[in-house]
């Protein structure tokens, strides 16, 4: 089976988790006529709503470009591949049910340890993609080694650090909450599959 | 009528029904300052909606993965396959439904039943659409007659399995729901049509 | 603009749409321990909205359907064009709304009405976008005028039905609701459009 | 990156924000029996839900045409554009919790603001994204400078029309949601974009 079909069912799956977070942001239980200044009390009482937003936003964001990325070198699925990538979208799926439990009990432990398990999870399926997906030869031919490792190495370190949040949080909520929104952001910086695509992209197109 | 815009649409619907599944999972009716305890076991007595969700993605992945591979061979759409097909997307979109009404009454022999009986319906207008495309001639002329064949008889072979599971749901509502997990995963082995296809795409690209 | 982007957002709202309409079927508030017979009674007790779910399921259908007609002949979009197709697209997005009105309210007259002026005015719309589009040059030049004819009439035929069943409206809900299920049946029989679509596809790839 | 796959994911994050909108929209809670009076009155009783409703699909409209006006130029897609892109997008799925606070509370100065100034900050991001396409050569080489010009001036005009809004918002929140709504309808008028689109299609399809 072509690859192409399975990105059109997951970037439909990724742009609707991204759009359904927003459902579990309520607008404040208060009359019609409330004072601006009531209003604005109500909406600051649900701020962990709106941080979880944000952040699972982010962290959907982050996901969504490694699951890109990896399809940039794949151009073949057998049905494994496709299972492994249904179960991948099954966790992104699942991501604003654990926004919507951390950001009702943001202070919580068990709600915490949650979010940070089912994002390793999530992580771990794409790793088990990637490598699954360079052993059965469905990557393109011609993919450089060095980005084949620096692809599954980049999910790596995302899970490291999410294990290192899990541990900080038995110690304090406030630091692996830090770190589960700290993490996504270090993705911003160019890595070396960013420097080979726009090599490549250089070389296919000389201007 | 091009068959890639009726894929668009199915792509869709298929991504979206996936996705509001989570929307039944309901975070607990708690005060934000509960323990962790109390968060777990309000998490652990809602364990059937976590099964029904996760029982249903993978039958939605099973049934779109099979809606695809004949979608592999279809070339065309007439009015009466349109039509043939979108009351097949109308199953789909009903399954969120099933899934929460089986997720609220799990040992409720009538909620498995609807569910297995929507199961069945949906599984047979697969059936029947594959069987409507290869007698009206909108298959691709190439395409070799075991693999038609096969393609009918692996969703023909779900069909029978649950029916299976419906009469079983009469002694033991546990057999029962079992066989429609089980069904599913038995889609996991490679058939002849994944035997096919990769012998297509060899020959296509010798490298 | 290229008329397929617009296609894409199309057939994203139309998916949406037809899925978002299962939201409004709600699980009976019963208790888990319910049995069958009272499970079956609940159900059978909001059949209305059942009913309301399976027909607009159809008439979104149709509505997809002709939408797609239509960007067969059209190759160009201008700003005027993307305008009125917006306004399609929100009486669209707007068709689950009217659904959970009918679906609650059955018998009223009122949420009738308000249904069936929803599908006048969605119907006006896209017959008013294909009469731009003809007379602006946004259609394909070697589209048959016959056919440019035809796909007007098609929608026309529609909204001169929906205001027959807007009129029995005042005589009987029940005959006025019947004939809002009849018409889109009546989309069903192929049309000058389909022998149209045909001829073209067996001139294009003789076998 | 191909900027194709990041459109795929606006356009799917767009379709569904603006039929998200619907969710919001209740209906009124009386009996099944209630008289078509008063249904009317109950409707009637939520027009700002309605009003917010139209208002925030048609921003939602402009705001999709000029995505898509500036993808029209743009060929590549490097790590920080997809962030920049995938922050608008986030701008754009929170637009469904705007228009409910709008709607629930619309003549309360607090939730009109906060609607406003999340447009402001959606137009800044959108304008952000197109001057860090322009300087960073993501833009294709044969765009004609006035045009790069116009497109960026365009979002600018939007940008200050919400800012005088925002203003009159402290005198009046009349004349601010008025301006609200009258703003999108002045995007309605063709510019010097859509010439330049009209030309260009002249030139390639000369007929």
């Known amino acids: 089976m072509d690859s192409r079909r399975?990105?059109?069912?997951?970037?439909?799956?990724?742009?609707?988790?991204?759009?359904?977070?927003?459902?579990?942001?309520?607008?404040?239980?208060?009359?019609?006529s409330a004072s601006s200044r009531d209003l604005m009390i109500g909406l600051w009482s649900s701020w962990p709503k709106f941080a979880a937003y944000g952040g699972s936003f982010l962290i959907l964001g982050v996901l969504w470009i490694g699951h890109h990325n990896q399809f940039h070198y794949i151009r073949r699925a057998d049905r494994w591949f496709l299972w492994?990538?249904?179960?991948?979208?099954?966790?992104?799926?699942?991501?604003?049910?654990?926004?919507a439990l951390l950001g009702s009990f943001i202070w919580n432990r068990a709600a915490a340890?949650?979010?940070g398990v089912a994002l390793l999870v999530t992580g771990a399926v794409l790793y088990g993609q990637w490598i699954y997906a360079v052993r059965n030869g469905l990557v393109v031919h011609d993919a450089p080694?060095?980005?084949?490792?620096?692809?599954?190495?980049?999910?790596l370190f995302g899970l490291v650090g999410y294990v290192i949040a899990l541990g900080f949080l038995l110690v304090s909520p406030l630091i692996g909450l830090a770190l589960y929104?700290?993490?996504?952001?270090?993705y911003l910086r160019r890595g070396g599959i960013d420097r080979h695509l726009a090599a490549e992209h250089r070389r296919d197109r000389p201007e």
């Open 6 to 32: 399975v990105e059109a069912l997951a970037d439909g799956i990724f742009a609707i988790a991204m759009t359904l977070l927003v459902l579990e942001l309520h607008v404040p239980a208060l009359p019609a």
């Open 84 to 99: 492994i990538n249904i179960c991948f979208l099954m966790c992104v799926s699942f991501m604003p049910y654990c926004t």
């Open 113 to 115: 340890a949650i979010y």
């Open 145 to 155: 080694p060095e980005i084949v490792e620096a692809t599954g190495n980049r999910i």
């Open 181 to 186: 929104v700290l993490i996504p952001l270090l």
